[in-house]
């Protein structure tokens, strides 16, 4: 028997690589990380860390030899790198057969129509005529390489299509597009799989969007019926064991006016709409990422606390944010608030950071944490209590 945890490798030095290493502190599970410059988020927390491109296939065999297993930080790394690890005997959690799905938003919406799951009516289209027989008005994404509002269009008229085929020309990648769905409001379904199957599915939680960028998580949603937080959570166990993933499963879905659910995005990381869960769950989805990719039993996903609010921390259009000179008023005035920064330079519409404010009134953790959020960022004057 082993006195010494095996090493994980981790791909990607962004904050939820540096959000993993606290829970791996405290399992004792050594990480190393390969980082893409130094001193990057996770990078000033990982000691043990190989900065390169996770491109190239020869710096991904060096920072995973000796590694049984390999995880990620971001979905980029090229599909066929991680098949050529797998024929290494390293253990890829998630697996390329998963991981694709939420690499690529065609393959994704072609399985998620095979399993009969909710979605927006959609289609991959070339050219503007394309678009025009989808029909207007329509939303068009890049298939790969998207993220937090880029490498998508609302398109109400077929001049405004152009931009994202010139997009996708310039990238090699296909244009999706998607029916403009009229929904009430943006859901997310987190759930936890490990490699024998056990999972764990956490509260549903309604998110909001500013410039494409999430910045509130309320958990759990407010006014949500128990059938439609079941059935989310059903889709969210259903694609996890269909596309036999492991680790943390985020289903970004859309609650419709006429009280439907549509699944909007997958991806397979720990996830914004995750983040309340450090301070609001029993297990948090970096903890329980760690126990399933490392097929650990998972911990409980259950809430601590009624109510938890996560308020993004954004760099503002002006250098006039706080971040760490913020923590005396942020701190006084609410005790019991929870601030995580992410070691990240202020630049307008970065993510710096978060707050986490929990208790049995929901209001009250949205005002606590919306002032936490505002005076970090720079939106509150100095005398504001």
Not at 68 to 79: C, K
Not at 238 to 266: H, K, P, Y
Not at 364 to 377: I, P, Q, T, V
């Amino acid at each position: 028997m082993s006195e010494r945890a095996p090493t994980l490798a981790v791909i990607g030095g962004g904050q939820l690589a540096r959000m993993m290493a606290q829970p791996a502190i405290a399992l004792g599970l050594p990480l190393r990380l390969l980082a893409e410059a130094p001193g990057v988020s996770a990078a000033q927390v990982i000691v043990d860390q190989v900065v390169g491109d996770y491109t190239d296939l020869e710096t991904l065999r060096a920072v995973t030899a000796g590694c049984p297993v390999v995880t990620f930080d971001h979905e980029h790394v090229p599909t066929e790198h991680l098949h050529a690890l797998e024929a290494d005997g390293i253990a890829v959690r998630p697996g390329p057969d998963a991981l694709v799905h939420a690499q690529d938003k065609a393959v994704m919406r072609a399985r998620l129509a095979e399993l009969g799951v909710p979605c927006p009516r959609n289609a991959v289209v070339a050219t503007t005529a394309d678009v025009e027989a989808f029909g207007l008005p329509c939303v068009l994404k890049t298939t790969r390489g998207g993220y937090d509002g880029k490498g998508v269009w609302v398109v109400r008229d077929l001049a405004e299509a152009t931009p994202a085929f010139e997009a996708a020309a310039a990238t090699g990648v296909q244009i999706l597009a998607e029916e403009l769905v009229d929904f009430r409001r943006e859901l997310s379904a987190l759930v936890a799989r490990s490699p024998s199957g056990q999972a764990a599915a956490y509260p549903v939680v309604a998110s909001t969007q500013l410039d494409g960028i999430c910045h509130e998580v309320i958990a759990p949603a407010p006014d949500l019926s128990p059938a439609l937080a079941g059935e989310a959570q059903q889709v969210a166990l259903r694609v996890a064991g269909a596309l036999d993933v492991t680790g943390i499963l985020a289903v970004e879905l859309f609650e419709t006016a006429d009280g439907r659910i549509l699944v909007n995005e997958l991806a397979m990381r720990p996830h914004n709409t995750g983040h309340w869960s450090q301070d609001g769950a029993v297990t948090s989805q970096f903890e329980n990422h760690l126990r399933a990719v490392m097929d650990l039993p998972l911990g409980s996903p259950a809430p601590r606390a009624r109510w938890t609010v996560m308020v993004n921390i954004l760099g503002g259009p002006t250098d006039t944010g706080r971040l760490y000179d913020g923590f005396p008023h942020a701190m006084a005035r609410d005790p019991h608030l929870r601030v995580h920064l992410y070691g990240k330079d202020l630049r307008p519409g970065r993510k710096v950071g978060h707050v986490n404010a929990y208790g049995d009134d929901l209001d009250d953790c949205l005002e606590r944490a919306r002032h936490a959020a505002a005076w970090f960022r720079g939106d509150l004057g100095e005398t504001s209590e």
